[in-house]
C-alpha cells in the first residue's frame, strides 16, 4: 500500500524575546515566526537594553522582509500624567508597523483601539485573564489575542481554547513567576520598585526564614515545554512564547532552534526530536527545569526551596574580595567571554558582568578549569562567599547583519528583468504594489558571446536609486542574444531614473488618529453618578460591620442578603464557571443588586444577568491607574472605581479631580502581595534578612502572601472608602502606607 499523506496540523507561532537588535536578528534566523520586544519606557522588563526607535525599525525590515513578525511590549500600568507620553510613543512607532501590540492597562487598550484602528492588540499576560470568560470580554473590546496567565493546567486550557472567541497565547518555556500574573504587590511593597512596571527586584528570589527553618520558599523552576508542544498545538493554541527579554542571544538562540525542532518534526519521530531539543536546550544556561503548571502533578514541586534562585550553571563561589576585583573557586570551567552574575546567599540578585580578563592561579588565561582559583578583575562591588553562576558564553556576531539593514527611508524593491528580441521588460514591485517598465529597443541575436542571466543580475544589481534596495532580482533571457555592456548599463540607468519619477519613495508612513494632539481629552472628568460618599467594609465570615451605615462586602460564596455587596472571586479556573455563573444568577434574582468586580472576566459574567440595573465596583487586583481605564471599564457596565494600591497620593489626587464621585481608596487591610497556585513549601509567618515580616495563607487551592503589618491610609473627607477586616484588626499598630507618600516607579 501507497504510504498515507503526513497529517495536517493547524499553524501555530513560535514567538521568541528580543532585548535587543541582536538577539532578535539571532532568534528570527533560529526559527522564530515572530519576536516580541519594547522600547525604553512601558514595557514589562525596563530592566533589560530594550530598543530604540531606530533599531526597533530595524527589526521590523528585517523580520518583515523575511515574512515574519515583530510585536510591540506596551506591557505595564500607567499613570494619568503618562498618557500623553504614551501617546507620542505610539504616534512615534507604529509607522514601523509592528504586527501587534501587547498592553495591560485598559487605558492603554482603549488609548490604542480608539486612536490607531489598525494595529492589532493583544492582551498581556499581565492583564490577568485565566478563563474564556475574560478572553472573550476582551475580544469585544477589540483585542484580537490574550496571552493567558501562566498557572493554567492543559486540560483547563483545551476548554479555555474551545470557549474563546479569539486566539490564545501560552508560554512553553523560560522564567516564572510564583505569583499569577499582574496581581504581585510583593516588590513594590518590600521597595516601592512595581513588577506592574517592569521593575521588579524579585523578592521572590530571595531567602526566607520561617519557624521550621529558612529557604528560597517562592523561587520556582524554569519552566520547560517541549513535551507538551504538540499537545498546544494539536488543541489550537495560535502561539507558543518564550520567556525571556533579560536572557542575551546565546540562550534564544538555542531555546527557539529546540523548540523549532519540536513543531517541525513528523509524528514518527517525535520521541528522538525531544532527545535532540533537550541536547540543544542544555547549552541554554538557566535555572532547572519544571513542566511548570501545564501539569498539575507538578505543582508540588515548581518551587525550589533548596537553592539561590540565580539563574545559569553554577561555576564557582566567591573566596575572597578585592578592591580591583574577586577571587573565586572554580567548580567549572570558565572561559573569557563568558558571562556571570555573582548571587549572595540570601540570593539577592547580583550585576551581572562579562569576563574581559581572567588570572587562573595568578598567571593571565583564556580559561580556568575546575578546581582552579581564579581571579577576575571587576570594578563594582559583590558579595564575598557569593555563588558565581555562568549565565551565558559569547555571542554569535551579527553585526555585519545588522550593518546591511537598509534604514526604514528605502524602500525594498523586487525586480524580474526579461530581455527578448522585441525589447527589455522590467517588473518591480515595492510599496506593496507592482509597476512595468519597456524599452522597445530591438535585440539581435548573438553571434557569439550571447547574453547571460547572470551578467544581467550583475549588472542590476548595481547602485539602485536613491531611497530603494533590491530585496530580489530576477533575470529571463528568450533566445541567444546580443547586448554590449554598455547598452546593459544604460538600460540599467533609464529604468532607475523612471523609478524615481514614478515611484517616489516614502517611509513606512504616518500614524493615523492623532493621539498625541488630543491628549489633553485624556483628562476630561467622568460624568458624575450623583452618589453620596460611602464606606464598604469586607467583614468575615458570620461577622457585621463594626460601622452602622457602612455596607458590608462579602463573598459570593458566603452567606449575604440584598443590601450587602457581594464581592466576585478574583480567580476562577474554566471548569468553575459554570457554578459562578449559577451563584451570580441566584444571587442577583434574590434582589442584589451591589458587586465586586476584582477581576475582568467578572463584568463579563454580570453582563450575562437578565437583572435590574447593577452597582458594579471594580477593585483590585484589577487595577485602575487612569481615567481612561475607568472609562473603558464604565463602558462595560462599572460605576466606582477602586484606585490602584500602588499609586502614590499625587496620582491618587489626579484621579479624584477626574472620577469625581465614582472614585474610592482603599483605606485600610492586608493585601495579598503574591497569589499562587503553587504548593509552598512553608506557611504561617516568615521573615526576610531584612526583617520584613509576611505571612503564607492557604485558601482553598491558591496560597496567598500577606504582609506583616497592615496598610492604612487616611481618605479625604467626600471620597468613598473600603476597609478590609478579613486579615486585619482596626486599631494596629505600625501600619504601613505603602507607596501613598512616596513615589509609584
Known sequence: MPDSPPKKHPAIELLAPAGNLATGVIALDSGADAVYAGLARFNARERTENFSLEDFGKLTRYAHDRGRRVHLTLNTLVRQDELADVARLLEDVIPYQPDAVIVQDLGVLRLVRDYFPDVTIHASTQAGTHNSAGVNLLAERGVDRVILQRQIPMEELQLIVQNSAIDIEVFCHGALCCCLSGACLFSSWIGGWSGNRGRCKQPCRRRYFGKTGNGFFFSTHDLYGLEHVRGLRDMGVASLKIEGRLRKSDYVERVVKAYRLMLDCPDNAVADTVKESRKILAGALGRRWTGGFLDRANYDTIIDADSVGGAGQLCGKVTRVKGSGFEMALSQRLHVGDRIRVQSKDGEEGVPMTVTRLFAEGKPAIRGTKGQTCFIPFDRPVADQGLVFRIGMQERDVAKTIAAIPSETEQSAALTVTVAPTGVHIAITSGGGTREWRD?????????????????????????????????????????????????????????????????????????????????????????????????????????????????????????????????????????????????????????????VVSLFGLKLLSELAANRLEITCAPPLPVTNALAARELMDMGAGRFCAWLELAKGDIDTLRGLLGDRLELYAFGRPPLMTTRAKLPAKGDITDNRGNRFRIVPEGELTRVYPGIAFSISVPEGVSSFFDLTNARLGEKGCSTFNYNREFV
Open 440 to 596: 522597445d529597443r530591438v535585440i539581435e541575436p548573438a553571434r557569439t558571446n550571447a547574453l547571460t542571466e547572470t551578467a544581467v543580475i550583475d549588472e542590476f544589481s548595481k547602485t539602485p536609486a536613491a531611497g530603494f534596495r533590491i530585496k530580489t532580482l530576477a533575470a529571463r533571457i528568450e533566445g541567444d542574444l546580443f547586448l554590449q555592456s554598455r547598452d546593459l548599463r544604460h538600460l540599467r540607468q533609464d529604468f532607475w531614473t523612471w523609478v524615481e519619477r514614478e515611484i517616489p519613495p516614502s517611509p513606512p508612513g504616518a500614524a493615523a488618529g492623532g493621539a498625541w494632539e488630543a491628549s489633553q481629552s485624556f483628562n476630561a472628568p467622568l460624568p458624575p453618578a450623583g452618589w453620596l460618599p460611602r464606606r464598604a467594609v469586607r467583614v468575615p465570615r458570620g461577622e457585621r460591620a463594626p460601622w452602622q451605615k457602612a455596607i458590608a462586602v462579602r463573598s459570593i460564596y458566603e452567606k449575604h442578603t440584598r443590601y450587602d455587596e457581594v464581592v466576585l472571586p478574583d480567580f476562577c479556573p474554566e471548569g468553575g464557571l459554570k457554578d459562578l455563573r449559577q451563584r451570580l444568577a441566584d444571587t442577583a434574582g434574590k434582589g442584589v443588586t451591589r458587586f465586586r
